[in-house]
């Protein structure tokens, strides 16, 4: 499976946009690459996924470079209910098994300042 | 409303005895996951299945067990052989468990 390597946290002021990094330099082909949040006690919240083309919802922008070993998630203009944990996962291969779960790290504890 | 529903959201029991989580889903996802959280880590795999009477192991399945009767549901239940049951609880459903419940965050004392 690949690995996701991202900041253990980060700040941004309220009203700017966050950049959130992440590297996943062994990601395969036909891996997405997908990013969730977690509230305090609360369960993690889809937020966006691609593949090799920048991708844009309602929450947010990712950013995927060309050789596909890094993204950026993008939260244009942040909010304090933004502050969470933020999860940049790789979709974990296929086994025999069919193992389509995903992997998550320890993620990048994001804190919206006022 | 569709989505997936856990309960209790706050469960306490005694060392030693066995407990059942529950977890529902209304969105008739046929792959549904557990996940256990530690505090500052991120989620550990438990138990997944992919559809209904099969179901297999995650990563850390060691003192848990699941059954898979029916589509909607899929509860875990806990066990007393389980070294460190405190801990938060995550259901998830759909294709990579893109869907998750508010989870049950259960004590043992």
């Known amino acids: 499976d690949a690995k996701t390597t991202q900041p253990p946290s980060m700040d941004c002021a309220e009203g700017r946009a966050a950049n959130l990094p992440c590297n996943h330099s062994?990601?395969?082909?036909?891996?997405?690459v997908y990013w969730y949040r977690q509230i305090h006690s609360q369960g993690p919240q889809y937020i966006i996924h691609?593949?090799?083309n920048n991708e844009t919802n309602e929450m947010a922008s990712l950013i995927i470079t060309e050789d596909r070993k890094s993204s950026t998630l993008i939260l244009p203009h942040a909010t304090l209910r933004d502050t969470a944990v933020y999860y940049c996962?790789?979709?974990?291969?296929?086994?025999?098994?069919?193992?389509?779960?995903?992997?998550f790290g320890q993620g990048t504890r994001l804190t919206i300042n006022p | 409303d569709g989505g997936i529903t856990q309960s209790p959201k706050y469960l306490f029991r005694k060392e030693g005895q066995n407990v059942t989580l529950s977890c529902e889903q209304n969105?008739?996802?046929?792959?549904m996951y557990w996940y256990r959280q530690d505090p500052g880590q991120g989620l550990r795999l438990i138990y997944y299945?992919?559809?209904?009477?099969?179901?297999q192991k995650g990563d850390i399945a060691e003192g848990y067990s699941v059954s898979r009767e029916k589509k909607e549901s899929f509860p875990l239940t806990v066990t007393s052989a389980q070294k460190n049951p405190t801990a938060f609880y995550l259901c998830?459903?759909?294709?990579?468990?893109?869907?998750f419940g508010q989870g049950t965050r259960l004590t043992v004392v």
């Open positions: 998830a459903s759909g294709t990579f468990g893109r869907f």
């Open positions: 062994t990601i395969s082909g036909n891996e997405y």
């Open positions: 691609g593949l090799k």
């Open positions: 996962i790789v979709r974990a291969s296929g086994s025999s098994e069919g193992a389509q779960k995903l992997v």
């Open positions: 969105l008739n996802h046929d792959a």
């Open positions: 299945s992919q559809i209904v009477n099969d179901f």
